[in-house]
Structure formats: C-alpha cells, structure tokens
C-alpha cells in the first residue's frame, strides 16, 4: 500500500503536549481512534472522529481493527508502543509496511531518567497482568529492576514476595504516574513496606539487597536440591547440571519433561532464558501439585504441567524442540512417541538407574544411534567416626538427535 492505514500513537500523561505535531495530525485525521479510556480522555481535544475504548476480551478490538483496514485507524499507547506494548500484538496481524508508529518515551525510559539508572544496566519487566513472581530469578544482590506493575495493589504483592524470599531490605521505590501533572516518587524498605492510596499506574524500581539465608537462584544449571519441593523423586544436582548440557536450551524452544516429579529439569529449562518453555507430564496428582508450587516459586509460573501417564498423556500437545525423559520411559510406546513427536533437529535425552531403563536405551542406541553416557557421583558422608566416599545410584544417559 502507498500509505500506511493504522498508526500508533505513543502518548504519556502529559497527553497531547508530549506527543510530536505529526502523531497529533495522525489522531486528528483518524476515522477511528482505539485506545484505553485513560489515553481516550488524554487524547480527546485532537479526535474527530470515532473513540473506541478497548474492548473485552481485548481481542475483539483487534478484530475491529484488521475490520478497518483501508480506513484510517490510529490506536493510542502508552509510551514506547513496542516495549511491552500493544504494538507488539498488532504487528503479528499487521504488515509493518500497513503502519506507522510514532513512540514517546516508555516508563521504563522516564523512571531511569528520574534514578540516573542506565537502561542498559538494569532488568526491565512487565508484571502488567502477570504472576509477580516473575521477579525472582533476577534477584541478586546489588540488582536493579524496573517493574510494570497492573495496578494500585502492584507494589504491596511485590514488597509481599521479596521478603518472603529474604529479600525484605530491598528498596522499593514507587513511581507514579510518571511524566504527568500526579508524577510522585516514593520509597521504602520492602519488609516495612506501609503505602497506600498508590496511583494505578505505576513503575516499581527495586534495588535489591539480600538477608542471610535469601532464596538466590544462581544463573548456572544445577541449582541446590533443598531449593526444590519434592519427594525425593527428582533428578538430583549433579544430574540436573549435566542433563540441562546435554538438552542444549535455545531460546524459545518448548521442552517436554516426561515423568517430571518434582519438575526440577523443566523448570531449569526455563530459567536458562524467558522465552524458554517446558510441558512437565507427571501421573501422580500429588506431584502434580509439587509441581506447580516449585514452578511459581522458582520464578517460571508459565510452566505447564500436564496430568496423565505417557503417551497417552502426550497426545495434542505442542511438538518439543527438545524432550527429557526422567521417569517411565521404559513403559511401552513411551520412547517410541517422544521421538515420532519430536522436531527435526531437536534433542532427546533420557536418564536410566534401573537395568530395564537401561536396556531400552541400550537398544534405542543401537538403532538410532546416539551417545550413551555412564554418569556416577559420590558424596563424602561420615562412616563412624572417620569419612568415606557414599556412591549415589549411577545413571545412563542417552542423548539422540533426530535427522532433519
């Protein structure tokens, strides 16, 4: 097309006198202006023609928009349209030749201008509409972090997590209605963490300070055992650090770990990188349940567990990139589904400590090829009163990569 059919308006709190004369002309001549009704009202004195709140479910308005192409739609965001904005839902149905965007400043770009922080130095998220427990991976200590919260509650459930993870002497500053005429900036410790009457729309900038004994994920795969919930089903360190190596995570690649237990390999799976996704397969409800409640306490609460057996339970579910296989895999059709399901080029790895694992790996080798790996660990345990050397049971690992 000659000329592009939708714009989006980047606008902050100060409406329309933070926004260039050429996003003012692009509302103006709009034949339908979307946007929510904060932006609407910001926006008001330039649109003549129609004013479209957002609807819901959200993805009715973005129906009404593809609807229009021809006319002249422009759609209001806050700030930058692409840093966590409706731009990047719109551009996924949208020719970025079809559109215009003119971005302002995003919070994140005006809460590090108010705290001298470099963006490049600090982790920026959205907590909008999201589990806040997506902070506590980039809990370190000396951390900076920008956080997009939903609303007014935001940074009481914020404050809330970090000191439950023993993180209650962190600052928290909140940073309301950035840029506009109610901008105020106010901070405390998190465990002492008492304001009220917060503006909805707010940033939280969180330095971080850990206590003693803090929940601290560390950034390589491994992570110590007693951080995890479980039953003592579960792929101990050791193990989880070399089978995690042998997956080889790549971003947004989806794993499938059959037999998960405590989920322990899923949930590292995603901690290598955000867009990282695992489906965990457990039978066991009580497992099941484990899951879960490790997944949001390590920070990953997109995880997705699945209850059932394999394969059956395998049946309609996304093809992996990549597959463990911790538990079950020498019951019948189990390895046999992994590998049909699995994309080309993608790795499947499978650990075995009893002789009848073993042997269907043995025989998986032998036809596929593949590289089978003998893996044993011992700890130093007291035997008396002197030490000695304490063999866990060994493992064989198989790992295969299917042709293209």
């Not at 008001?44 to 819901?56: D, F, K, V």
């Not at 302002?104 to 201008?113: G, P, W």
């Not at 939280?204 to 950034?219: E, H, K, M, Q, S």
């Amino acid at each position: 097309m000659s000329e592009p059919w939708l714009t989006i308006v980047g606008i902050g709190e100060d409406g329309l006198n933070g926004i260039s004369a050429a996003a003012r002309a692009a509302i103006s001549k709009a034949d339908q202006v979307f946007g929510g009704a904060r932006h609407l009202e910001l926006a008001a004195e330039a649109i003549t023609g129609s004013a479209l709140p957002w609807a819901s479910p959200f993805s009715d308005s973005v129906e009404q928009i593809i609807a229009a192409r021809g006319q002249k739609i422009c759609v209001l965001a806050s700030g930058d349209p692409y840093h966590f904005g409706v731009g990047a839902t719109l551009s996924k149905r949208v020719d970025p030749a079809e559109m215009q965007v003119l971005p302002i400043a995003s919070a994140f770009s005006l809460a590090a201008a108010r705290l001298g922080w470099p963006l490049q130095d600090v982790v920026s998220l959205s907590l909008h509409g999201r589990p806040v427990e997506l902070i506590l991976p980039h809990l370190h200590a000396g951390a900076r972090i920008l956080a997009l919260t939903s609303d007014e509650n935001g940074p009481v459930a914020l404050a809330r997590v970090l000191t439950e993870a023993g993180f209650g002497r962190s600052i928290v500053t909140v940073m309301e209605a950035l840029g506009g005429p109610d901008e105020r900036i106010l901070s405390q410790m998190a465990e002492l963490f008492m304001l009220t009457d917060i503006h909805p729309l707010n940033v939280c900038a969180v330095t971080v300070v850990p206590l003693p004994g803090a929940r601290v994920l560390a950034l390589t795969p491994g992570l110590d055992d007693g951080l995890f919930e479980h039953d003592g089903q579960m792929t101990k360190r050791e193990m989880r650090a070399l089978t995690l190596s042998a997956l080889a995570p790549r971003r947004h690649e989806l794993l499938w770990d059959i037999g998960a237990g405590s989920g322990s390999v899923g949930i590292e799976w995603m901690l290598a990188d955000p867009s990282c996704r695992a489906i965990a397969v457990e039978s066991h409800p009580e497992r099941v349940a484990r899951i879960g409640r490790n997944a949001k306490a390590f920070g990953v609460p997109g995880l997705t567990v699945v209850e059932g057996t394999a394969p059956s339970a395998l049946d309609g579910l996304e093809p992996p990139h990549a597959v463990f296989v911790g538990g079950g895999g020498s019951e019948p059709g189990v390895m046999e589904a992994a590998m049909t399901a699995l994309r080309p080029n993608g790795r499947l790895v499978a650990n075995a400590v009893t002789l009848e694992m073993e042997a269907v790996l043995l025989a998986l080798q032998a036809e596929h090829g593949g590289d089978l790996t003998r893996l044993s660990v011992a700890r130093a345990e007291p035997v008396g009163t002197m030490t000695g050397w304490r063999p866990a049971m060994p493992i064989t690992q198989w790992r295969w990569v299917k042709p293209w």
